[in-house]
Structures are given as structure tokens and as C-alpha cells.
């Protein structure tokens, strides 16, 4: 609440501001980031990274038009889970299901919990440095709650290309 004397009486807004500290400042888009998190593509791994919004069998198609690179995923538990139903078994000696064309895989933890997956993205991230992946593929995650924090860090990290 703003008081006054009766002495005195304030005419308009500008009374009471500086003129040095305007109300609105203009954002200004030419100047560097002043902290790596404001980076367009901060936490991106040196392979690309790509989001996919889709089902699991958009990912399962995905990854056999991807058949010829070293693929990466960036997953969920329950999607890891629903790709293994779509792919057949693999490993004839066990009868193990496994995902063709993959290479690595990085679990985030489960939709169930976001926490565990904020906490787990930028490891698993990093983690992709250090293998030999050319092209990483990751799910998309419902933008609340602490979902839009994971969403803004993929985003970055995807350079926003989507396959939908």
C-alpha cells in the first residue's frame, strides 16, 4: 500500500519511479546467455537427440528406419517394457526379448515417479558420451507438475526436433 502525506500528492506513476529503472525492459535477443542452462541445446549430448511423441510402435518404427546407425534411448520403464512386448526374442539361447538396432540404453526410472527421473536425466545424458551411439531417441513427458522441468531440459537438449 502506498501512503502519502497530505503534503504531498503524487500526480502519476512516474513520480514514483526512476527514470533509470524503467517498468518494462525490451529482451534482448543479441546478447549471450548468462548461464549454461539458458543455452539453446544446454545438456545435449554429442549424438543427436531427437523426441518422439508417439506411441511405442511410433518408436518401433522409428528405430527400423534407423536400422543402419548405433542407436540410443532415453526411455521410461514402462515404454523400455512396451517396446520388449512389440519386439520378438532375440537371444536364441535364452529366448530373452531384446530391442533390435539398439545399441544403448538409458533408463530414466518410472512415469510413476517424476522425481526419479529428473534426478536420473542429466546422468543418462552424459552417460551416452561415453559410448559410440550415433543417434539418440527419447520420449516425450506430460508437461506437469515437474514434468515441464524435464520437458524444457529435453527440449534443450533435442534442439526441439520432434518426430511425431
Known sequence: MLSTSS????SSLSDITSPSLPLLQEEKTNLAPKAPGMKYTHYAPRAPLHLIDGSPSLFHSTLQIHANQKIGLLISQEL??????????????????????????????????QSSIALNLYNCLRNFDETDTEIIFSEMFAEDGLGSA???????AAGKKVIR
Open 150 to 156: 524435464i520437458m524444457n531440459r529435453l527440449w534443450k
Open 80 to 113: 523400455y517394457e512396451s517396446l520388449l512386448s512389440l519386439s520378438p526374442p532375440q537371444d536364441t539361447d535364452t529366448g530373452s526379448p531384446s530391442l533390435p538396432n539398439v545399441a544403448h540404453i538409458q533408463i530414466l526410472g518410472s512415469r510413476q515417479n
Open 7 to 10: 503534503s504531498s500528492s503524487i
